[in-house]
């Protein structure tokens, strides 16, 4: 974010100043350009976003890329079930029925939710992988739509191969390829019959995704804990996709668990707006979560969800909000203490722009440390080995093993998170803000912050493409850099930036891929003044890279 706080941060927007849904939904049918670069199918690290009003959510788009995936899935060999995942965004409903057309005439057989409900993220990845388990051919994958946490009027669609997580760009790049080449084509090749039609075709079928999610739950969080010692827990799916799942985990596992909001309103309108004005369902923004913040007094422990419920934000009684790094270093810690089903090698993966409180706990537990670019499609096959315990990134996405040491799901799990927050609170007597203090008395309190700073397009390929061997600079905020990085230590993979480090502190800058800026991730474990020292020379840093181009 940016230094400049909106005065409608935190607080309830006037009803007319929230999306005109049935204008949006008008919108979906409008025509984009594909001459236009913005109008055109873009796969980022989490699928295609964007919206109607602007020509970049339309139906065009979503037939373009429902007809390349049957395409991609067919030069795969991917022949088993594809298992559909919508959240409560105004325009998935309008995609979800597009995509159905699409895959019921080109024979796909597709998983819907038995009563056409919403389904997050987490569940698709568990059940491909359950699906798949044990099988050598016909395997299932996936397609989950929604924009995650974006604001109301945005749309989004993404794509999980049969390992179960996000694709990678090999994927994601065929399948935009040929989308765009079906928008400038006017959409000919491309198969469908009517949504009516296709909701009874033999290839679509329903699918009880709540059962098999629920079930399951008790193999990687210990729901009994939970229950025996009566931990209170507030939750709030923000109106999301996690909403249907809550109750029944109440209900199965006997939990003493109050759903606070059930409101569902594709204008998001019972939501706090976030620190620039804009509704925006983050579950790790203290403006967004301000109604859930509220509470923390009236619960051990609470917790929210995203839109589709792929990421997690905690509220503890002791510390409130609690900052997604602070969170992912608690849990690791109290995971590797308390999961003796897992291996002895087990890594804590985290990605390069996480918390160095999280390689400090490592060190401690005496676990190795996998650190990866942005992005949690690297993440998969560690945790499909059972190489990753725990793997996580800063903006409040991760997910674990089961107890036994075998795969839960290969993308990320808003609701698992929430969980053993309670089993955490359960097995310790204490909530996961005391956990991270204790943690910080003995490692060092960090402190950590993400900032814009301009930049052009040209600026921004400069920086993605930066050399180590650029930058002249030898030290940081008055430390000696012990790293200069382009490629992420964990896997040799490019960061699409660069990090600096030193003993004390250490920035990441990578370009927006939606914005004129780029991002700078930085942290000290000084205080406030080392930090904001280490930001102003990582923009020197960066500055005198473009300024050398």
Known sequence: MTDTVSPYAGKRLDPSMLVDVAALQRAYFDQPDPSQRSQQVAFGTSGHRGSAFSGSFNEAHILAIAQA???????????GPLFVGIDTHALSRNAFETVLEVFAANGVTTMIDEKLGFTPTPVI?????????????????????????????????????????????????WIEKKANAFLAEKLAGIARIPYDKALKSEHVRRYDYISGYVADLADVVDMEAIARAGVSI?????????????????????????????????????????????????????????????????????????????????VTRSSGLMNPNHYLAAASAYLFANRPGWRADAAIGKTVVSSAIIDRVAGKLGRRLVEVPVG?????????????GFAGEESAGASFLRKDGTVWTTDKDGLILGLLAAEITAKTGNDPGVLYDKLTAELGKPCYARVDAPATSAQKAVLKNLSPSQITT????????????????????????????????WFAARPSGTEEVYKIYAESFRDEAHLARIQEEARQIVGAAFAAA
Not at 69 to 79: I, P, S, V
Not at 376 to 388: A, C, N, P, Q, T
Not at 487 to 495: C, E
């Open 125 to 173: 990845s568990h059940a491909i992988l359950t699906y798949n388990r044990g099988r050598s051919s016909g395997k299932a994958d996936g397609v989950v739509i929604s924009p995650s946490h974006n604001p109301p009027a945005d749309g989004g669609l993404k794509y999980n191969p049969p390992h179960g997580g996000p694709a990678d760009t090999d994927a994601t790049g």
């Open 69 to 79: 995936l049957c395409l991609y899935r067919r030069e795969q060999g991917t022949d």
């Open 474 to 505: 030898k030290e940081l905020a008055g430390e000696p850099i012990t790293a200069i990085l382009s490629d992420a230590p964990g896997n040799g993979a490019p960061i699409g930036g660069l990090k600096v480090t030193s003993a004390d502190g």
């Open 376 to 388: 949690f499609k690297w993440f998969v096959e560690g945790l499909i080995s059972g190489d990753f």
């Open 234 to 314: 507030g939750i709030d799916p923000l109106g999301g996709a996690g909403l249907d799942y809550y109750q029944p985990i109440i209900d199965r596992y006997g939990l003493k668990g109050t759903i606070v909001s059930k409101a569902v309103d594709p204008t998001f309108g019972f939501m706090t707006a976030d620190w620039d004005g804009k509704i925006r369902m983050d579950c790790s923004s203290p403006y967004a979560m301000a109604s859930l913040i509220g509470m923390r007094d009236r619960f051990d422990v609470a917790f929210a969800n995203d839109t589709d419920a792929d990421r997690h934000g905690i």
